[in-house]
């Protein structure tokens, strides 16, 4: 089971545990996004200071409808007790 809470905003928050190239883990507060079609957006500060790897350039459309390019990083996040690699979207937003 994966337990969050509900802001201000009335935007579904979880906690993440990321764990970086460089054996260190980091953890996050994740705004869920039911719009979202990638698995986690980070700032590029986090990105460097996990040392995640980069793994291609991705286009996509934000909620606006314009078209945006993404560097994709992978990474391990521990999520519902289990560890899983995922891609990554740099972002310079709240993850």
Do not use: H
């Not at 905003?9 to 764990?19: C, M």
């Not at 934000?62 to 560890?83: H, R, T």
């Amino acid at each position: 089971m994966i337990l969050g809470n509900v802001n201000a905003n009335r935007e579904a928050i979880v906690q993440l545990a990321l764990l970086g190239e460089n054996q260190q883990n980091q953890g996050i507060k994740a705004v869920i996004d039911t719009g979202y079609t990638g698995f986690l957006t980070l700032p590029s500060a986090v990105i460097t200071t996990l040392d995640l790897t980069w793994y291609m350039q991705q286009e996509g459309v934000l909620g606006n409808g314009s078209l945006c390019m993404f560097n994709v990083y992978e990474a391990l996040v521990i999520w519902d007790g289990q560890v899983r690699s995922v891609e990554i979207n740099e972002s310079e937003a709240d993850p």
